[in-house]
Nanobody, 123 residues
Framework: QVQLVESGGGLVQAGGSLRLSCAAS????????MGWFRQAPGKEREFVAA????????YYADSVKGRFTISRDNAKNTVYLQMNSLKPEDTAVYYC????????????????WGQGTQVTVSS
């Protein structure tokens, strides 16, 4: 069992930055690939970024590539999402998720989810 708690969301102006954190419980955090997803009102949950269990491989949605960076610290059981050059269309609830084994980009393949943190980007 893995419990995930996101933090770091908030209100920021377009062009600004935020860093989201996701703290995981459990002693097997390093066995899990981690992902970030987001969901805007009236829209499907969409993939943002993923990172392998070791941190050696990362994956990004085209919409955030070059602006967002996913990273992890296995000693702290935490995964991060650094978001730069934020745009109003980045406004959404951001969720972190964990899957045992290889990184995934499909939400339905993840085993555990956090409760989400709101990110609002004003124009």
């Amino acid at each position: 069992q893995v419990q995930l708690v996101e933090s770091g969301g908030g209100l920021v102006q377009a062009g600004g930055s935020l860093r989201l954190s996701c703290a995981a419980s459990g002693r097997t955090f390093s066995s899990y690939a981690m992902g970030w997803f987001r969901q805007a009102p009236g829209k499907e949950r969409e993939f943002v970024a993923a990172i392998s269990w070791s941190g050696g491989s990362t994956y990004y949605a085209d919409s955030v590539k070059g602006r967002f960076t996913i990273s992890r610290d296995n000693a702290k059981n935490t995964v991060y999402l650094q978001m730069n050059s934020l745009k109003p269309e980045d406004t959404a609830v951001y969720y972190c998720a964990a899957v045992l084994g290889l990184s995934k980009v499909v939400a339905g393949e993840y085993d555990y989810w956090g409760q989400g943190t709101q990110v609002t980007v004003s124009s």
